[in-house]
């Protein structure tokens, strides 16, 4: 061989080697992106699962409350229906304690329906229920059901001159409101 062949050959050898060298450089490069990759898919697949878990953890925590609060509700006015269906038969006694004896028969059945009364309005106090002050107070549509009104110089404007039916409450709950006349 000549020595111009050996030359091509060593030129064509260190080219080969170059090139070689770039592509094994290359690899590692190209390893190293899709590693890159990857590792960055793997981070925000990560925040995603942990953004889900806390929106999942504050959702069931709200949940929590919001039971807690519907059964302490719950708890609180529970006599709410039986109340309502004894305040009939407390307005039933309320006007017949209104009536006037005559003989002393009547007398002693008025004594034996007031206590009958006084143990009923113990019992709803014992559960929360208070009657709703009416007469002489401001209207307060809240508390009271205007059923008439009138114009008389001897009340203020805005209240409450004579009370028809009597209105209560449940702890904090309106049960039935006052039924009354209002003075314009």
């Keep these: 061989m000549s020595e111009e062949t050996k030359q091509k050959q060593q030129e064509a050898k260190e080219e080969n080697s170059e090139v070689v060298e770039e592509v094994f450089a290359e690899e590692p490069q190209v390893e190293e992106q899709q590693e890159s990759d990857e590792l960055s898919q793997l981070e925000e697949k990560l925040n995603d699962s942990e953004n889900r878990y806390l929106r999942l953890r504050a959702d069931f ?13 719950k708890e609180k006015y529970r006599a709410q229906g039986l109340i309502t269906d004894i305040l ?5 006694f309320e006007r017949a304690l209104n009536i ?12 034996g329906m007031e206590m009958v009364h006084r143990s009923i309005v113990e019992a709803l106090k014992k ?5 709703i002050e009416a007469v002489g107070q401001e209207f307060d549509p809240h508390l009271h059901q205007a059923v008439m009104q009138i114009e008389d110089e001897n009340f203020e404007s805005n209240v409450v001159v004579e009370e028809f039916q009597k ?8 049960i039935r409101p006052s039924m009354v006349k209002v003075n314009q």
């Design 61 to 73: 925590d709200n949940f929590r409350r919001r039971v807690n609060v519907e059964s302490e509700a």
């Design 127 to 131: 559960e929360g229920v208070e009657p």
């Design 100 to 111: 006037e004896a005559d003989n002393d028969q009547t007398k002693t059945l008025l004594q």
């Design 167 to 174: 209105g209560y409450k449940l702890k904090d709950r309106v």
């Design 88 to 92: 009939p038969a407390l307005d039933n």
